[in-house]
């Protein structure tokens, strides 16, 4: 299939910049095969059953976004410039590979200021990455950096206005546990404990992974054969525990549905051979229309970006027509899109 294959035109007005509280409060579109309703979150334990398994991403998003001044001994003294650096994946006890801004600028040796923490720039890398060695380490620097940094909102909010201290609460899930994102597993941000309550008292169980992700969950495709694609990669896992319930769910006739495309993708990663298990490691699996899903029943997921790979992964759990008449009727009825906006539940018809 072709990239243009999974473009629509979508009004701007449509991006959602705030999220709508309380979190269950945000619009949910249902899709059963080709059939649609409209609903909310919070109807959620009447459209599952009894049984049914939700899987949820525990990861934690980092404020990985830190500005501060580059410093450099000159021939005329110290030289100082404004820089911000966006973290992407830790390489050590002390050390990060990042985004850095400005980039081309940037010298080996370079000593980057933020608020409470510095670093070494150590590396340049062919494809704009930088490393940077911290002077701190452990938990030491993790404390560092979540004082000192702000939250990596996605480019088509962050273009539109800065992050504040509302999305300290707003882009993180109350799940999570294991900080190494920086990006939200958007489809979870829907939850608070009352409905995680209500959930449970319906019958429905749920269960943890793990899949920290990363911020090349925002790069565009740039080829027009997506076969020639290639992935980002992220790392992640899957407990013996969490595995051990979805095994359990399938032998007893219920349905794992995954809480977000990076829940899915890793699910999806850990049962390549037919069978779930306990697996750990990076993934870069890509799940396009042709892909045999081995674990994953359905999906809630919030509405995605025109020819992104989470368009080409719903339209293979879905349907592609399936999926372009479900993103035409959000676009109609006024859905909000992305990252803080409105989520849809995604119940293919298996036969």
Request: proline share 5%; no cysteine.
């Amino acid at each position: 299939m072709k990239l243009s294959d999974f473009d629509f035109e979508l009004p701007e007005e449509l991006i959602a910049l705030r999220p709508v509280k309380p979190r269950p409060a945000s619009r949910m579109l249902l899709a059963q095969g080709a059939q649609l309703s409209d609903h909310h979150v919070y109807d959620l334990p009447s459209l599952l059953r009894a049984g049914d398994l939700l899987v949820f991403n525990d990861t934690q998003v980092i404020p990985a976004r830190l500005f501060g001044t580059r410093s450099r001994a000159t021939q005329h003294g110290s030289g100082i410039a404004k820089v911000e650096a966006t973290l992407l994946s830790q390489e050590g006890p002390e050390s990060w590979a990042a985004l850095a801004r400005p980039g081309r600028k940037l010298a080996l040796g370079d000593v980057l200021d933020f608020d409470g923490v510095s670093a070494e720039l150590v590396e340049k890398r062919d494809d704009g990455q930088v490393l940077l060695r911290f002077d701190q380490s452990g938990e030491a620097l993790d404390r560092a950096i979540l004082q000192a940094g702000e939250m990596p909102l996605p480019p088509y909010i962050a273009g539109k206005r800065a992050a504040d201290a509302a999305d300290r609460e707003d882009y993180q899930t109350v799940f999570a546990q294991k900080p190494g994102a920086v990006a939200a597993p958007t489809a979870s941000l829907h939850f608070d404990a009352d409905l995680l309550g209500r959930i449970q008292d319906a019958g429905i169980n749920s269960t943890r992974v793990t899949l920290h992700v990363g911020a090349g969950t925002f790069l565009p495709v740039k080829v027009d054969d997506i076969e020639k694609h290639k992935m980002h990669s992220e790392w992640g896992e899957v407990s013996e525990e969490a595995a051990e319930a979805m095994q359990r769910t399938r032998a007893n006739g219920g349905r794992v549905i995954p809480v977000g495309t990076t829940a899915l993708r890793l699910i999806e990663t850990a049962a390549a051979d037919g069978a779930i298990g306990p697996w750990v490691g990076d993934t870069d699996i890509f799940i396009r229309p042709g892909h045999r899903f081995q674990i994953a029943d359905g999906l809630m997921t919030n509405f995605h970006l025109p020819k992104s790979t989470l368009m080409m992964l719903v339209s293979a759990l879905l349907g592609v027509d399936e999926i372009r008449a479900v993103y035409a009727h959000a676009i109609a009825q006024r859905y909000r899109f992305f990252s803080y906006g409105d989520s849809s539940l995604l119940l293919p018809d298996r036969g």
